[in-house]
Each structure stands twice: as structure tokens, then as C-alpha cells.
């Protein structure tokens, strides 16, 4: 029997400045529901009682499992999620959670390809 890759190996969770949260996926990985229940348990930790936005490099990962887009819908310590990626394939993968910004999803939520352009739209008041 064999088991996917741990959560360190499947990603990094960091702070920037402005006090973003930042997960960078590993390429070519798939996100399952365990990985990401995993990732969103690390950011809850790390937020505590505070409540901050959440930039998520997603480039040249696999599409989502079904599993992994659920545990994105739970409510979290995050106030907006930005998805980061390169290209249209990666916005098609990030179009396959709950849809973007509506029903369904606890806070709003967009697709950039510019780290710069997802940080101000993250750092909105």
C-alpha cells in the first residue's frame, strides 16, 4: 500500500509582509482532502484568535480532488483567498472548487496570475 506525499512535502506555509498567509503548493501535485484539511489545520494554527488573508500558490498543481474543494468551503481563520497561478490551466483547476466568491464559499475568493495584483487585491480594506 502506498500513501501520498506528507504535508511537508506537499507544501510550505509561510507569513509576508502586510501579514498574509501564504501556501505554496508543489507542482504537479494533486491536492487531496487530507492535505488540504492538513494545510487549513496549519493556517488556523498559525492565525491563533487573529483573522488574516490567505495567498495560495497554486502553479502546476493537479486538479483538486473532490475532497480537497469541500475542505476549502469550511469556514477558517482567513478573510480573503487569492489563487495564484500561471496560466489558464491553473485557472481552470482553481475554477473547480465552490464557485469563486459565491453560495457556498465563507469568504470572497479570486484567481490572479499576478502575485503583485493578488497581494493588493488581498491587502483591500
Excluded: C
Excluded at 503548493?25 to 496549519?42: D, H, K, R, V
Excluded at 483573522?51 to 493537479?62: D, F, H, N, Y
Excluded at 480573503?80 to 497561478?85: D, E, F, T
Aim: proline letters at 9%; aromatic letters at 6%.
Amino acid at each position: 500500500m502506498t500513501t501520498g506525499p506528507t504535508p511537508r512535502v506537499a507544501y510550505r506555509i509561510s507569513v509576508l509582509p502586510g501579514d498574509v498567509v501564504r501556501i505554496r503548493w508543489t507542482p504537479g501535485l494533486q491536492i487531496t482532502a487530507s492535505l488540504a484539511a492538513a494545510a487549513m489545520a496549519e493556517v488556523d494554527k498559525l492565525n491563533e484568535v487573529r483573522k488574516r488573508p490567505l495567498l495560495v500558490e497554486m502553479a502546476g498543481a493537479v486538479t483538486p480532488a473532490p475532497g480537497a474543494r469541500e475542505q476549502w468551503g469550511q469556514r477558517s481563520s482567513v478573510t480573503r483567498i487569492a489563487l495564484l497561478g500561471e496560466s489558464a490551466v491553473d485557472r481552470v483547476h482553481a475554477s473547480f472548487g465552490p464557485r469563486i466568491g459565491g453560495p457556498g464559499h465563507p469568504v470572497p475568493t479570486q484567481f490572479f496570475t499576478s502575485e503583485a495584483a493578488a497581494l493588493d487585491w488581498l491587502l483591500e480594506s
